[in-house]
Each structure stands twice: as C-alpha cells, then as structure tokens.
C-alpha cells in the first residue's frame, strides 16, 4: 500500500512517532510516497528532523504557538490572533499540500495531528484511506481526567479534535494505559521508538556477545569518553579565559598581584578538581529536554550550585547562559537523545507525551513540567502522574524537595507488547 505521513512540526514527539510507524510500515511491506512536516513562521525547523527523516522532508506552514517573552509558555492569545490572521496564507498551504497529496497517489495518509494535513484530505483519491494519530484524542475519552479551572483551553483542544477527527476514517488516541474505545476513538500504546524496546528486550532476556562481552559497554564506554572530553574541553576553555583575565593584570599591577594571581590560580584548580571528583562519583546524569528553552536557563543555574551532579541538555533554542563544567549543551538529534537516556539516572523534561513515554519504557524516574499556558501539557502532567511512573513538578523549584520512587513499569510494558495491528493493518 502506498502510504503518505503528515507531521505536525512543534517539539521532537509527533516526529519521533512518525518516525517509528514509518520503519513500522516499511516493515509489512508498505511504500512510503511521502514525508510532509508542518512548520512555523516563527521557530526554525531543527536540523536533526531533515537529517532524521527517512526520506526527503516536503513542508508546509501550519498554525503553530507564539512563545511568552520568558521562553517557558505559550502566548494563547496572541497566538489565536495571529493564526485567524494567517488564514488565508493556511487555507493556501492546505490546497497545496492536497494537490501533492494527490499526485502521490496515496492509498493511505497517516497524519500525526497537523491540522492543515487533516483539511488537505479531502483532495486525495476516491477511496483512499485517512488516520490520524496522537495522544491528543485520549483527551477526548471519558477515562480521561481534566484538570480543574481551564474550561476555555478545555473547549479549544475539544473543538480542535473534533475538527481532525470529522476529516479522518481512523482515530487513534495514544495513551500510557489501556481503555476501551470510545465512538470512533481506538486507545492504542505509544509509538516508542524501536531501539528503546530492543534495550528492554536485551536486558530482560540477558542476551550478551558471542564472546561472552555485555554488548551495550561498549556504547557506555564511548559515551562516558564523549563526557570526559566535553568537560575537560569546557575547563580548559575557562581556564584559559582565566589566565588570560591574570597576564593582563600581572603585567599593569606588578609583583604582589602576581603572587596572588598564583595563590588563586592553585586555588581554583582544586576546586576544579573537587568538582571533577564529584561528578567522577556521582550517579548517572541527568538527561534534560525543554520544549520552551526558558526551562532549560534555569536549569543551568541549578546544575551550577549543584557541582556534583552531571546533566545532558537537549534544547532547540540556544542558550544565554555559559554553561557549567558538569553540564553538556547538545542540539535535538534523535539518536543522540535515545542514547543518552539509555545511560541517564533521571529525566526532567516539559510534560510532552513522548519523552515520558520513553522513559516509562525504560523504568527511569522522570520529573516533568507543564510548559505555561499549554494545556496538553498540563494535562500530560497530570495523566504522567497518574501511572505513578513520574513526578509533576510546579515549577523547578521544587526538585529538590521531590522524594519519588516511581512504579514499576511492567503493565506499562506489556501494554506496550499489545502492538499497533489496529493502526497499521491493511484495510
């Protein structure tokens, strides 16, 4: 069957999904025609989705959320205003991305909640079949439990489903815990990324090299390498900023500064190696995805007071902070980000679905914060918390204070071994 798969642009999850059912459908013999993403006027495309993709990326604008001037929310009104002033512009985008559809000739279209990609349907052949997936709809089920106060962010994302829902043939609501279906609603598991099941897989059966070699130590070994260098590549910069700050005040000051130029020098290198020691000794660091990079400034002055503990920050926007020796600033990149969480002690993210549904796989602890304003996410949080497999924080503040041990995942994973044969079955 020739398939075509809409993405909708906004964080790594809707992609990351997308990208799993596409080797999914690859797998069971199904021709990819075409790759489409919706982008936003106003936030640049990361680089890794190009780079990621399968095959090449065709885009398309699509409505998108303004950000708050602190880089940690969403502008509701604003961004209502602006995306009714756009329309024409999307209407436009939704006549193209249907020709291209058309031209396709595409059996089936996959549409990961982008709602020019749902309103382009109606150009497609005949007969062909239209699905839309995200956790979005299990929003809309009965089981689900809406947070309290948000009545007006409750109709939009109700109005917004029933509108992807009226274009589509198939609905499928991703969901962390199994449920019934609910009128045209199918509560399927999470699209986790293949790599992260595999590890589970490995571990639980105990499978090891032929020579008898753990076959992850490798990959451990190159990664705390990778680690080391990164630090020592960040001291030696500060260091030489340093020395170069002291020869200019050496050389106006005289002697006497020289000499205690010296003394905090010796000094600042064993607080440097203190450091060192600490994270040497710590636990396994910390891996850190923000949606809004807000987050991710704050973190880094947590992460600054904190010397002893060690952290991977995947972050789209740069930051306006240096960073500290025991923190490492990496760009989204999607294997980069499943190899890091294989080796993290914890996970402190925003509340999106997928990166919590990842790190449920893999039984790691994961704190999360809902972006401001953001109502999905909010919602995220709470559902997150509810399996009793993450921690909802307020705000960052209170990490420190957070006593969790989270559940065990095991009925988390065998709701993840019922597969998708609803989504990807031949019709």
Known sequence: MKVSVIIQ?????????????????????????????GRSLFRPMPAYFREASPLPLKTFL???????????????????LLNMLLMPVYLFEVARLGTMLHRDGSEHVMNFYDPVGALAGKWM???????VISHHFY?????????????????WLQLMNAIM???ADQVYALSFRAGAAHGRIRVVPPLVAGELRNVHDQETAGISAPDGRDPGAEDRENTAQERENTAQDQENTAQERENTARERGQTEQGPDHMARGRDHKEQDRSHINQDREQIAQGRDPDLCYFLNPGFAEEMVDYYRSRPGLEADFFTEAPLQLQPPVNVRIHRPD??????????????????GFDTVAEAFCLGIPVFVIPSENHYEQYCNALDAGRT????????????????????GNVKFKKWLETGHEGIFQRS
């Open 388 to 407: 009793g497999m993450a921690y909802h924080l307020d705000s960052l503040a209170e990490l420190d204070e957070a006593v969790f041990e989270p559940r």
């Open 62 to 80: 699509s409505p998108n959320f303004l950000r708050t001037p602190d880089r940690k929310g969403v502008h509701i009104f604003l961004s209502l």
């Open 125 to 131: 052949k005949r007969g062909s079949r239209k699905t």
């Open 139 to 155: 929003l809309s089920h009965p089981d689900f439990i809406h947070p309290h106060g948000m009545e007006r962010a409750f109709f």
């Open 9 to 37: 642009g906004e964080g790594k999850g809707h992609f990351s999904q997308a990208m799993e059912a596409i080797q999914l459908l690859r797998a069971q013999g199904d021709e990819i025609t075409g790759c489409y993403l």
């Open 165 to 167: 829902m009226r274009q």
């Open 334 to 351: 999607r294997q980069k980000f499943l190899s890091a969480m294989q080796h993290a002690g914890r996970i402190i993210c925003t509340a």
